[in-house]
């Protein structure tokens, strides 16, 4: 880590210059330049000083920001085929989604084809059927959900999905929390 840098940045990011800051913590503008230069090092006293200053805390200062990935490709994807009973295929959009709040997953299934079957849980989940029909399984309830309509539901019985009709149906399913 660049002490300095990230020092200096924070200088910047609220308007002051070196002067002022130095004036605010009672450090020469010298010091603050090799500060910012790592022509020199603070004390603990002196960095925690400087950044109440500067409206920062140490913990804060030295919170590792993580390089987190935003945009998947297929090949950042995992394919699981369901097998012959099953007829289909889970594709996890997201890969390592158990960390995040939701998982989404795209759920293909030939005719005759279904998901398979979920335990009740606590959360929530979102469909959207981008192509073809499906039935919407949950307890005693078979309702149908065609293209270019979605559901949600609040997963509290087992459930699935299954094509309920002659050509392949394709669904984005989105769990809350991840449960697929």
Known sequence: MDIGKKIRSLRLQRGLTQQELGDRCELSKGFISQLETNQASPSIATLTDLLESLGSSLPEFFREEKNEKIVFTPQDMFVKENGEELKGSITWLVPDAQKNSMEPIL???????????????????????????????????????????????????????????KLRARALWVSNPPSF
């Open 107 to 165: 759920i293909q299934m030939d005719p005759g084809g279904r998901s398979e079957t979920f335990p009740p849980h606590e959360g929530e989940e979102f469909g959207y059927v981008l192509s073809g029909s499906i039935f919407l399984v949950q307890g005693g309830k078979k309702l149908r959900v065609r293209s270019g309509c979605s559901f949600c539901i609040h997963p509290k019985e087992e459930h699935w999905l299954e094509n309920a009709g």
